[in-house]
């Protein structure tokens, strides 16, 4: 495997960490992060994680080199993309009435 697709993947598989680690807390109700609640640094970073980290990996997925490991990367990124990035965008902007 080259460098540059060890990179790729070690970067998505950190997305993914950072992605299932906040839905562990989330569902268990530690932080409550919604764009309706309070405001802080440490939220809406969160909230921007979510919904450029699954891209950021999309298009690094895109760019792998491997066979059958690109679609799985793919695949995933997809998957969170739909069942993460857009909700949390779509409350965004809902908030922002844009």
């Known amino acids: 495997m080259k460098k540059t697709n060890r990179i790729y993947l070690v970067i998505n598989i950190v997305i993914w960490i950072f992605i299932l680690i906040f839905l562990y807390h989330y569902l268990n ?7 309706y609640g309070a405001h802080n640094l440490f939220t809406i970073s969160l909230q921007l994680g979510l919904i450029f980290g699954p891209l950021i990996g999309l298009v690094l997925s895109i760019l792998f ?30 908030y922002l009435k844009v």
């Open 29 to 35: 109700s530690m932080w409550q992060v919604s764009p």
């Open 65 to 94: 080199k491997g066979k059958y490991l690109k679609y799985v990367l793919i695949f995933v990124n997809l998957i969170i993309i739909y069942f993460i990035s857009f909700p949390f965008s779509y409350f965004w902007l809902s």
